[in-house]
């Protein structure tokens, strides 16, 4: 596969574009600047152009990020936790960001996945039905605490 050669202009452009269409992390960045076989210096250049320029925003971008899987995604605290610390984002920014969650949303979301699924379980004994959903809820991200303070509520309704 030919690569084709583009200017520092060129490549600066790209990686601004590619900021533009999404909030990203560093570590995205970084990924995408290999594509372009750039010296250190010219790396070093681009990020710190991009985060003077307010293109690059580590916060916003967790910030963005923690909304959208929570709000969209309806993940739980600790999935999205593990996927920011995988993009390389500090653990101290990840827990300064999740007030971007609504303690109320929270639980009102963890509800309703409960409820949504547990109802969809037929031919269980209550017992099978509660572990199977709290191993559904765990995998969406939820804390064990969370989950059994949901069935808790849900059983007292």
């Known amino acids: 596969m030919e690569h084709k050669s583009y200017t520092f202009l060129e490549i600066k452009q790209k990686l601004v574009n590619y900021c ?6 560093h570590q995205e960045v970084e990924q995408k600047m290999r594509d372009f076989l750039l010296i250190p210096e010219a790396k070093d250049e681009i990020l710190l152009f991009l985060m003077k320029e307010n293109y690059l925003n580590e916060e916003r971008f967790t910030r963005s990020y923690i909304r959208g899987k929570f709000y969209m995604k309806s993940w739980g605290r600790n999935k999205i936790r593990n996927h920011l610390k ?3 984002v500090p653990e101290k920014l990840i827990n300064n960001c999740f007030d971007e969650i ?17 109802s969809k379980l037929k031919g269980l004994q209550q017992y099978q039905k509660n572990s ?3 191993k559904y809820l ?3 991200g939820f804390e064990y605490e969370e989950i059994t303070q949901a069935i808790k509520d849900a059983e007292s309704e």
């Open 132 to 134: 199977k959903t709290i």
């Open 138 to 140: 765990l995998s969406k």
């Open 20 to 25: 533009v269409y999404q909030d990203r992390c």
């Open 102 to 118: 609504e303690d109320d949303d929270y639980h009102k979301t963890l509800s309703k996945l409960y409820h949504n699924y547990h």
């Open 86 to 88: 995988f993009k390389g």
